[in-house]
């Protein structure tokens, strides 16, 4: 029989990596903030220059740029019609702009001096970036920075040399540019890690299929070793009246776990103290025609899941009824016990202790149920640990701990087996 397997490490706690959601939302709330810093560092300016502009065109201009500033930055702090008002804001800048020349009643009042506009242009492409795909983005970024530097070649605009208007307009477009980068970059970088996690929660849910398909698997094989193999070879091996009663019992017993099992829906309550599976272990030697002495400790105010106590119950059953079947050693009584412990008041232990015939488990068929299904893999796959000691005609000793893991039969498992059974008295 190969070793028991180490159960499964639980996954560590890993820091979420950055999705295409969270790049959008920094992505708006940078824009609003940017939008509300700039926008203030423009009010002397404007209020300034208001008075080279027609009646009341000053102040409109700056209560709808700064408005929708605001409104930006809002949407961006609830995250509600960002995109709208982004691309509201983006139509705004470009609808003032082109304004701009018209709006200008007195074009010397303005000494030469840059149109306020000049210094949110940023603002205006990073908006289009976060409002608009890729293409129209772009777009937006080349052309705002042109149009500047054509505003600038009017009086209204300073009526500067092609030289400066230029310089201006790169200047411009730069930042945008630089803007429209990084948000692109993030996303598409965002994007790839939202792909890949995508794909990698489909193969775990895959997995996780295989996983439940695969526990079920070994939880149908050991009802059918425990409840129906057994009982069939009970039966056919049964010769006296009471070998028949017992055979009778088991199967009745059988049948009634076959029906739990196709039973849906819980059966018992989330939590079950461990006094009932002392109960359980008890009831259980009474079908058996090799006595048990059960004893117990500090069992008292543990409780365990209701899928532990199963498992524990379930193989702690099957040690015996494999020490019942293989251990007897012809010419003298063999002394059995078992042994529940409370390790915590949410961890137990229970030996399933013999002085018997023993055997070698590195000899035992891999086909073999009671032993790697029945006891190993039913508590690995409940959380626990199962350990297996034993050597011809020296007695054998399981021990099953949930929640695992176990290197070892523990403290005091490996004492020595007859010395154990002899201090407990006859059986």
């Given amino acids: ?13 890993r820091r979420r990596a950055v999705s295409r959601a969270q790049v959008e939302t920094v992505s708006a709330r940078a824009l609003g903030i940017a939008g509300l810093v700039f926008s203030a560092q423009t009010v002397p300016a404007a ?7 027609t009646d009341g065109s000053g102040i409109a201009l700056m209560a709808v740029l700064y408005g929708a500033a605001v409104i930006v930055a809002l949407a961006s702090l609830v995250r509600i019609g960002v995109r709208g008002v982004a691309a509201a804001y983006a139509v705004l800048y470009v609808i003032a702009l082109a ?25 205006a492409t990073a908006a289009a970036v976060v409002a608009f795909p890729v293409g129209g983005a772009i777009a937006y970024t080349i052309a705002v920075p042109l149009l500047y530097g ?56 895959v997995a996780a299929r295989q996983h439940a398909t695969e526990i079920e698997r070994v939880r149908i094989d050991a009802l059918v070793h425990d409840s129906v193999l057994t009982t069939l070879l009970s ?47 008890q009831a259980a030697t009474t079908t058996l025609v090799a006595p048990f002495r059960v004893h117990e400790a500090d069992v008292d105010g543990v409780e365990l899941p209701v899928e532990a106590v199963e498992a524990l119950f379930t193989a702690a059953a099957q040690a015996m009824v494999n020490s019942a079947q293989h251990g007897e050693v012809e010419g003298r009584t ?26 070698d488990p590195a000899t035992v068929p891999r086909e073999r149920l009671g032993l790697r299904v029945s006891i190993e893999e039913r508590m690995t796959n409940a959380g626990g640990t199962a350990h297996i000691e034993s050597r011809p005609g020296a007695g054998t000793r399981v021990v099953v701990v949930w929640p695992g ?8 498992a490996r004492a020595d087996l007859a010395d154990d059974l002899e201090s407990g008295g006859e059986a």
Avoid: H
């Fill in 150 to 205: 054509v505003v600038r070649l009017t009086p209204a605009g300073g009526e500067v040399g092609p030289a400066l208007a230029g310089l201006n307009a790169v200047y411009a477009l730069i930042l945008g540019v630089v803007v429209l980068v990084i948000i692109t970059m993030l996303r598409q970088a965002a994007e790839s890690v939202d792909v890949a996690q995508e794909a990698a929660l489909q193969r775990y849910d």
């Fill in 235 to 281: 039966a056919a091996a049964a010769e006296t009246e009471q070998e028949q009663s017992l055979a009778a019992r088991m199967a009745r017993e059988a049948v009634k776990r076959l029906d739990e099992a196709g039973t849906p829906g819980p059966r018992s309550p989330d939590r079950v103290p461990l006094t009932a599976l002392v109960r359980r272990l």
């Fill in 47 to 53: 209020l300034e220059q208001s008075a080279a502009l």
């Fill in 1 to 13: 029989m190969s070793a028991p397997e180490m159960p499964v490490a639980r996954p560590t706690t």
């Fill in 334 to 359: 063999v002394l059995r016990e078992v042994r529940v412990t409370g390790l915590s008041s949410a961890s137990c232990r229970i030996d399933v202790v013999d002085d018997g015939a023993g055997f």
């Fill in 405 to 412: 893991p176990v290197s070892g039969p523990g403290a005091g």
């Fill in 99 to 123: 304004a701009w020349p018209a709006l200008v009643d007195d074009p010397a009042a303005l000494g030469g001096a840059q149109p306020w506009l000049y210094f949110i242009c940023t603002v």
